[in-house]
T-cell receptor, first 111, second 113 residues
């Protein structure tokens, strides 16, 4: 499984756009990039998944450069409720193996 | 409502006792998973099951056991052999197909006294 590196923590303010970058230098050809969000004492929640270029859904965008060695999760106009831990995962889709979660990025949004 | 349920939310046990954590899903998912999370850490995989009557060890299976007699249920037993069982336990399930989305339950916080 490709190892990921992301910042331990980030701070921002309500209404700002937040970008969290994840490095995955040894990503394999078949690997997808997936992001999860976790609030304290809750299970993680899927946010977005992508393979290349840009993916957008109702909560976030995922930017993946051509070499796919990194990716950036973009959260538009954050609010206090976006304070959470965000995990970047890399792996081949469709398999039933368990996911590998690192320590994630603790995003703190201030008023 | 479809989803994953875990019970109880909080569980206290004395050292040396076995304890079983419940996980039920009505999403018709084939694969189910158990993770452990310690404070400030990511999730670590304990066991997973791709199909009924079959399961595989994850990264930290020692001191744990599971069964998968029904598609909907994947109970986890924390045995007395687990050296440090106090943790937050999360169950998840996943559908087949080209997607890495796992659906997680609310978790069970186990405290061994």
């Amino acid at each position: 499984l490709a190892k990921t590196t992301q910042p331990i923590s980030m701070d921002s303010y309500e209404g700002q756009e937040v970008n969290i970058t994840c490095s995955h230098n040894n990503i394999a050809t078949n690997d997808y990039i997936t992001w999860y969000q976790q609030f304290p004492s809750q299970g993680p929640r899927f946010i977005i998944q992508g393979y290349k270029t840009k993916v957008t859904n109702e909560v976030a965008s995922l930017f993946i450069p051509a070499d796919r060695k990194s990716s950036t999760l973009s959260l538009p106009r954050v609010s206090l409720s976006d304070t959470a831990v965000y995990y970047c995962l890399v792996g081949a889709p469709g398999g039933a193996d368990g996911l590998t979660f690192g320590k994630g990025t603790h995003l703190i949004i201030q008023p | 409502d479809g989803g994953i349920t875990q019970s109880p939310k909080y569980l206290f046990r004395k050292e040396g006792q076995n304890v079983t954590l419940s996980c039920e899903q009505n999403l018709n998912h084939d694969a189910m998973y158990w993770y452990r999370q310690d404070p400030g850490q990511g999730l670590r995989l304990i066991y997973y099951s791709q199909i009924v009557n079959d399961f595989q060890k994850g990264d930290i299976a020692e001191g744990y056991s599971v069964s998968r007699e029904k598609k909907e249920s994947f109970p986890l037993t924390v045995t007395s052999a687990q050296k440090n069982p106090t943790a937050f336990y999360l169950c998840a399930s996943k559908t087949s197909g080209l997607h890495n989305e796992q659906f997680f339950g609310p978790g069970t916080r186990l405290t061994v006294l």
